[in-house]
């Protein structure tokens, strides 16, 4: 089993930025790329952001290509959302998963193991 816990939600004003993280334990070996959701009030679960731990290839929703960048430490085991030009229409829940995927997907049936998610509030 893989255990994720994300940090760094909050408010802020619209052009604004904030770095979400993943902290990820257990056994983590068996995961192989991560990535980053994102479900506001009355939608489906989003895909934002995925990365393969491969070759570190990324991919991004066209919502946020520019704006958001993924990474992760591997010492450190955690994983990273890094967001930049917040706009309100980026307001929601946002969380983290990993899967046993070599390739990065955007899409949630990909993935094994999710976490709880911060809010994230992005206010005109």
């Known amino acids: 089993l893989v255990q994720l816990v994300e940090s760094g939600g909050g408010s802020v004003l619209s052009g604004g930025s904030l770095r979400l993280s993943c902290a990820a334990s257990?056994?983590?070996?068996?995961?192989?790329?991560m990535g980053w959701f994102r479900q506001a009030p009355g939608k489906d679960r989003e895909g934002v952001a995925s990365?393969?731990?491969?070759?570190?290839?990324?991919f991004y929703a066209d919502s946020v290509q520019g704006r958001f960048t993924i990474s992760h430490d591997r010492a450190e085991n955690t994983l990273y959302l890094l967001m930049h030009s917040l706009t309100p229409e980026d307001t929601a829940m946002y969380c983290c998963a990993a899967s046993w995927r070599l390739w990065p997907s955007l899409r949630p049936v990909t993935f094994t193991y999710w976490g709880q998610g911060p809010q994230v509030t992005v206010s005109s």
């Open positions: 257990g056994s983590t070996s068996s995961t192989y790329s």
């Open positions: 990365l393969s731990f491969l070759d570190l290839c990324a």
